[in-house]
């Protein structure tokens, strides 16, 4: 956070030139007024506030990481928000995937996959005929992408990654309020780390926090469920074409591709396994397609924005959609494995699009 402060104190302006006059000699802060600037452009064009809040986010975490040396590319990115702002959109798929630079080609893919936004550990539930091959699945990924090394969660990270999950699988609901002192009294702890994981929560859009009256899972509108879903099936797609077009993959990926959608195709047609389970199969096999095409910053974004599309899980992830992605999964593998970059990307868009369709039907 030193950066943030840092940049506060500064000024916290969106004028590169300004920046950089105050900073003499450190052309990091020019290249990251830029960015924060590019970014803002795009957020405003699309009158998507939490694209643009996210993206700040990502830019943050990457100068602090990188010790300021960006993982988006500035002069790709602002030829990206120059197109948005004009709302000319012929190839912008060329011009968002060109912006992103931090992929395999500079860092292994299995360190990229392991330094995802931490999600709620969900359990694998004891119903079904598959959820051993669901754990067998869960754990050779867990081996072979996040190796060690990590840092234990804090309190309030087990307590925000607690809540998580309970919003995703519908135990908490929209609008209902979530009280620090029921909580700190479950798990035996202050409010202090309680009041901090819900913090965390409201900053990733999940639930939010209303002065006085306290925090609320966050209820999401048609015009949220739209621009969010946009947002994911343009992620999903260049996630899944980087993973086709990625040379030399190691030979793991491809097998446990192929094991991760021949698993969803007997949970989606598994009357007794809950949806709990798909969600967790759906997930780990998404982490491989990561893995494959290495990208962390698309991989960073899309995993911000599915906390907030998980608070409609309950209501949309049912058997009927479980079946269709699995479909389209399998579709999604196949161009990957045969190297087809453009079916992967046409098919990684529509599983995205697909699920928008029942989010919006579900919501009305």
Known sequence: MKLACEWAEKGGGRDPVSVSDRVVGDSR????????????????????????????????????AQRGSPAISLAALEILSAKVAAHDFGGIEAAIEASFVETTRRFPARREAAQLPVVAPTPVVEAGRHA????????????????????APSAADQLAATILQRIQFGGLR???????????KEFNTSRGPVRDALRTLDR??????EGRKGAFVRELGESDIVGL?????????????????????????????????????LLA?????????????????ALVTL??????????LAAELEGEVSILWATVVSKQRQVESANTWEKIVAAIIAGDRRTAELEGRRIVTEAATEALRCSV
């Open 29 to 64: 802060w020019a290249v990251y007024a830029g960015v924060r600037q590019a970014i803002s452009t795009i957020g405003e064009a699309a009158r998507l506030p939490r694209l643009e809040d996210a993206l700040q986010r990502l830019a943050l975490q990457s100068f602090i």
């Open 132 to 151: 051993e091959a669901l754990r067998a699945f869960i754990d050779r990924i867990a081996a072979r992408i996040i190796s060690g090394g990590s840092e």
């Open 174 to 184: 929209p609008g209902e309020a979530i009280r620090e002192l029921p909580i700190a």
């Open 204 to 209: 990733r859009g999940i639930i939010s926090i």
């Open 229 to 265: 879903f946009a947002i994911r099936a343009a992620l999903s797609g260049v996630q899944m074409a980087e993973a086709a077009a990625a040379p030399e993959r190691p030979e793991w990926i491809d097998d446990e591709l192929r094991a991760g959608a021949g698993l969803l195709h």
């Open 269 to 285: 047609h598994d009357p007794e396994s809950p949806f709990e389970n798909y969600i967790v199969a759906r997930r780990a096999l």
């Open 291 to 300: 893995a494959a095409g290495g990208n962390i910053v698309v991989g960073r």
